[in-house]
């Protein structure tokens, strides 16, 4: 089936760590995004990439960073530069030039200890 | 600043009723909105959209009304069950230099009781 595959769904770091949340997909999508959902903030947008070797930053990229050498994958890295880590992080994908309808992974949830 | 809001974190319906659910928004530039349904620990999926040049799309129980003179759009169930008992989130479309990316409201959590 196609779809999105995030890895892991809970998380653990303690802080001072850096962690890396997988997501793959096999829509054949040029386009990746990765959100994070707080309470009461509804989904923010932290990196999107629209197609393979390239990526920009959402609006609230700082202490977080992307790579995007693979169509299929999008993996972010959570830094120990990023204050506030503990969220719920979806990744999502979506067909180029389209209007706007993402897919989206299950989610990761990540806690810092 | 927010760009879409959702003013409304939580509503209360009985089955078989309607749901409407509000969405504003402050940028003229979007050209399509979406909803997503969401449940906990999972991915949200999408539920309705329509584009900026419209002012009304129905699927199903599902209506989505459009009002672009007051930036406002709705979400309207009908009849609403309770395997609707979701988050929803409403998102707007904005087609930038590096493509399109969608701003979310904060959502609203939608009760059905039977």
């Known amino acids: 089936d196609g779809g999105i595959t995030q890895s892991p769904k809970y998380l653990f770091r303690k802080e001072g760590q850096n962690v890396t949340l997988s997501c793959e997909q096999n829509?054949?999508?040029?386009?990746m995004y990765w959100y994070r959902q707080d309470p009461g903030q509804g989904l923010r947008l932290i990196y999107y990439?629209?197609?393979?070797?390239?990526?920009q930053k959402g609006d609230i990229a700082e202490g977080y960073s992307v790579s995007r050498e693979k169509k299929e994958s999008f993996p972010l890295t959570v830094t120990s530069a990023q204050k506030n880590p503990t969220a719920f992080y979806l990744c999502?994908?979506?067909?180029?030039?389209?209007?706007?309808?993402?897919?989206f992974g299950e989610g990761s949830r990540l806690t810092v200890l | 600043d927010q760009q879409v809001k959702q003013n409304s974190p939580s509503l209360s319906v009985q089955e078989g009723r309607i749901s409407i659910l509000n969405c504003d928004y402050t940028?003229?530039?979007?050209?399509?909105f979406l909803w997503y349904k969401k449940y906990p620990a999972e991915g949200p999926t999408f539920l309705i959209s329509?584009?900026?040049?419209?002012d009304k799309n129905e699927d199903g129980r599902f209506t989505v009304f459009l009002n672009k003179s007051a930036k406002h759009l709705s979400l309207h169930i009908v009849p609403s069950q309770p395997g609707d008992s979701a988050v929803y989130f409403c998102?707007?479309?904005?087609?930038?230099?590096?493509?399109?990316?969608?701003?979310f409201g904060a959502g609203t959590i939608l009760r059905v009781k039977s």
């Open positions: 999502a994908s979506s067909k180029t030039g389209y209007t706007g309808e993402l897919f």
């Open positions: 829509l054949n999508h040029d386009a």
């Open positions: 990439s629209q197609i393979v070797n390239d990526f």
């Open positions: 940028n003229s530039m979007f050209d399509y």
């Open positions: 329509i584009s900026s040049i419209k």
């Open positions: 998102a707007a479309s904005e087609v930038g230099e590096y493509g399109n990316k969608l701003v």
